[in-house]
């Protein structure tokens, strides 16, 4: 999808350059029967306390449904060679696509043996997928959402994103990272960067070691 840009007549617009959606839809908007309401959270859980912060705010939105399901089957087709990229895929047949699914990804199918593909991530992980799950042919659109830039602060804050301030930027009961004479890391020493709630933000794994997923990735996306 392209992208335009905009003649310099503020400052807002020197730098602003959007997707045209010419590939999506042909009108202004999109046709209503293909849009639901979009329920804004604002960061909140059921309870109403805040767990997602910098969220709130912004213009109505509505949400355009997809189809990652992909329930037209039957259709006849021909495969005319495998190494093909492909996008939406599934993880468990009938589940629906969870793999591949934002703007401009995809992945490539490199072979088929014992009942299952083997499928390049986007991230360069090579794993087992079952042969029966379903997958789209082809990358996503809008391979340049990469270089959008909104050109200023007011409409990212129509998005519903609100400021986020760095933790450096705090004083030290804002947060671990605050305080400090001058731009110190962390109150004056050597501090890792964390999050406010003291959990550390780069290089701490997440992800189970026993993860029963494991035995179908054949390369790790950290392994060269």
Not at 80 to 103: C, D, F, K, V, Y
Not at 132 to 146: E, K, L, P, R, Y
Not at 171 to 186: A, E, L, R, T
């Amino acid at each position: 999808m392209a992208l335009k840009t905009f003649r310099p007549l503020t400052p807002a617009l020197r730098f602003k350059s959007l997707p045209a959606f010419t590939e999506i839809t042909s009108a202004n908007k999109p046709h209503k029967s293909l849009t639901e309401v979009k329920k804004r959270s604002g960061g909140r859980n059921n309870t109403g306390r805040l767990t997602s912060r910098h969220i709130g705010g912004g213009h109505k939105q509505k949400y355009r449904k997809v189809d990652f399901k992909r329930r037209k089957h039957g259709i006849a087709a021909e495969v005319t060679a495998l190494g093909a990229n492909i996008h939406n895929i599934e993880i468990a047949p009938g589940r629906g696509g969870q793999i591949a699914r934002s703007a401009g990804q995809q992945a490539t199918l490199s072979n088929r043996e014992g009942g299952y593909a083997l499928v390049k991530l986007p991230s360069g992980e090579i794993r087992r997928i079952h042969d029966s799950c379903f997958a789209t042919i082809g990358q996503v659109g809008n391979v340049d959402h990469m270089n959008v830039s909104s050109g200023k602060a007011g409409r990212t804050r129509w998005q519903g994103r609100r400021s986020h301030v760095r933790g450096m930027a705090m004083n030290p009961i804002d947060h671990p990272m605050g305080g400090g004479q001058g731009k110190s890391k962390g109150g004056g020493g050597r501090h890792h960067p964390v999050s406010p709630w003291g959990q550390l933000a780069k290089g701490f794994k997440t992800r189970s070691k026993h993860k029963p997923s494991d035995r179908f990735i054949m390369q790790d996306r950290r392994k060269k």
